[in-house]
């Protein structure tokens, strides 16, 4: 079984996010090939600025489905396969969204990659315009991934998710400590949407809840604040501040990155 430090060696490492355009399926996709195309595109900027990891996701199914259509799986799982086949020094991860970490385990191991992120793992947790409660069965995923004959691939999952709401009372540093004790490799923390910062007492809690297991930041990390953010945690999963347009930018990767190089010495 695979560790985070295994594939992680440095003391805070960046995974880059490559937002995938609308897979097929949805109206506003551009075709298989052109998200190939993207995918591949980013890597190599991830790459050229120095990512430790990149993590695949539809980010532009929009809107989101509870579970994974079988096109979606049927593209992932190529995008994926490709994005493995060329990457040169990163390690690659996926997800599915929003709520589908089987799908995400079946892909990572059809097409070769190493670690799956999931939004929901031990946090009981609401979202009104799903339904209501999130469905959360850490046992039964571990299972799945051991049917699976997956369990080389490392489970990197959020608590206390953004958008979503708490279902019960409980601080991140218990949430990291239920989170890790059930299984999973590294836990993440975000802040309150897609861009938003999370905040340093949280990740400080989570860290002291968290002990030895690694805590990675999920949103929000930036040139600007990366010294900052990064000083109590062991790592960032970093999309939006990336960008200049659509496209990752390879010289915004390498800023960021060196600032979490600057930890290693």
């Given amino acids: 079984m695979s560790c985070y430090r295994d594939l992680f060696p440095s003391a805070r490492?960046?995974?880059?996010?490559?937002?995938?355009?609308?897979?097929?399926?949805?109206?506003?996709s551009p075709g298989i090939n052109a998200c190939i195309d993207k995918?591949?595109?980013?890597?190599?900027?991830?790459e050229a600025g120095g990512a430790d990891g990149v993590l695949v996701e539809n980010e532009y199914?929009?809107?989101?489905?509870?579970?994974?259509?079988?096109?979606?799986?049927?593209?992932?799982?190529?995008?994926?396969?490709?994005?493995?086949?060329?990457?040169?020094?990163?390690?690659?991860?996926?997800?599915?969204?929003?709520?589908?970490?089987e799908a995400s385990l079946a892909v990572a191991q059809a097409a070769g990659a190493r670690f799956i992120r999931t939004d929901y793992f031990t946090d009981p947790m609401d979202r009104p315009e799903y339904g209501?409660?999130?469905?959360?069965?850490?046992?039964?995923?571990?299972?799945?991934?051991?049917?699976?004959?997956?369990?080389?691939?490392?489970?990197m999952a959020d608590i206390q998710v953004k958008?979503?709401?708490?279902?019960?009372?409980?601080?991140?540093?218990?949430?990291?400590?239920?989170a890790l004790d059930a299984g999973a490799d590294a836990v993440i923390v975000s802040g309150d949407a897609t861009g938003d910062p999370a905040r340093v007492p949280d990740l400080v809690l989570a860290k002291q809840g968290a002990g030895a297991g690694p805590v990675l930041i999920g949103s929000g990390l930036d040139a600007g604040n990366a010294r900052e953010l990064l000083a109590p945690c062991d790592g960032a999963v970093v999309g939006?501040?990336?960008?200049?347009?659509?496209?990752?930018?390879?010289?915004?990767?390498?800023?960021v990155v060196a600032a979490a190089r600057s930890f290693d010495a």
Wanted: aromatic share 2%; glycine share 6%.
């Fill in 163 to 178: 958008y979503a709401r708490l279902m019960v009372e409980r601080g991140l540093d218990e949430s990291a400590q239920i």
């Fill in 13 to 28: 490492s960046i995974i880059g996010v490559i937002h995938l355009p609308a897979l097929p399926g949805y109206p506003a």
């Fill in 240 to 255: 939006t501040s990336l960008k200049t347009g659509a496209m990752i930018d390879a010289q915004k990767v390498a800023t």
């Fill in 39 to 46: 995918a591949l595109a980013d890597l190599v900027a991830l």
């Fill in 132 to 155: 209501g409660a999130m469905k959360i069965d850490a046992p039964g995923l571990l299972a799945y991934r051991e049917r699976l004959g997956a369990d080389d691939i490392m489970v």
């Fill in 61 to 101: 199914d929009q809107p989101h489905t509870l579970l994974a259509a079988r096109e979606t799986i049927a593209c992932m799982t190529r995008i994926t396969a490709e994005v493995v086949a060329a990457a040169k020094r990163s390690v690659v991860g996926i997800e599915i969204l929003i709520n589908d970490p």
